[in-house]
């Protein structure tokens, strides 16, 4: 059974390391990630890195946590002051394509992360609690959305969320690649947001 590695107490420390780290699999690559390397990126010892994280898997898989709680966070400061239900799930789901929401850079890292998913297993409990609270919000959004009225009673909040989280996910693949540009991107996400938000068709 693989276990996830313990989360390490926030400290200034913890911190500077944990987001050199970030900065290294950015400009990097996963592939590029070295204690040495995120060492010299943090102005710190190779041994306190070590101290912190004893192995590179152990500084991967907390350096995603990390990001992923950043980006949380950063999205839910976005949807402050945002009204209906309806209104949160588009804004938390067009954020994931926004490059100016604070943090957006670690959806390279995150890309970088799923990407090692093949010759590290032990990625994949990470990853997928990352997929999953993801889904959950957006479940609690579309379900708020059907309380005030701006969603459909008739529309599934849970097939919505997991079509709208792969939906998302995949245009933001295409904007990371380079395949579509960000104006596209957005335009084919809000049109999907629309098919899954105005409830079944008839006929």
């Avoid at 699999?25 to 004893?54: D, P, T």
């Avoid at 209906?84 to 799930?89: A, L, M, Y």
């Avoid at 959806?107 to 010759?119: A, F, G, H, I």
């Avoid at 990625?123 to 993801?134: D, G, N, W």
Wanted: charged share 25%; glycine share 8%; net charge negative.
């Amino acid at each position: 059974m693989t276990v996830a590695p313990p989360i390490h107490a926030a400290n200034e420390r913890t911190t500077g390391i944990l987001e050199a780290a970030c900065r290294v699999i950015v400009r990097e690559g996963s592939h590029g990630l070295r204690m040495a390397g995120v060492a010299q990126e943090a102005g710190v010892s190779k041994a306190l890195v070590h101290y912190y994280f004893s192995t590179r898997q152990e500084l991967m898989h907390s350096a995603f946590a990390f990001s992923v709680k950043r980006w949380h966070a950063a999205v839910e400061a976005a949807l402050v002051g945002v009204g209906t239900g309806r209104e949160k799930v588009e804004r938390i789901l067009l954020a994931g394509i926004e490059p100016d929401l604070p943090f957006s850079e670690q959806k390279v890292l995150w890309n970088e992360v799923w990407s090692s998913l093949r010759s590290d297993d032990t990625l994949r409990p990470l990853v997928e609690s990352s997929y999953r609270a993801s889904i959950d919000r957006i479940v609690e959004l579309v379900d708020k959305g059907r309380a005030d009225g701006s969603i459909p009673d008739a529309v599934d909040a849970t097939a919505a969320a997991w079509r709208l989280e792969a939906i998302g996910d995949g245009l933001d693949s295409l904007l990371y690649l380079g395949l579509l540009d960000p104006e596209r991107v957005g335009e084919l996400l809000i049109s999907a947001i629309e098919r899954e938000l105005d409830g079944p068709r008839s006929g």
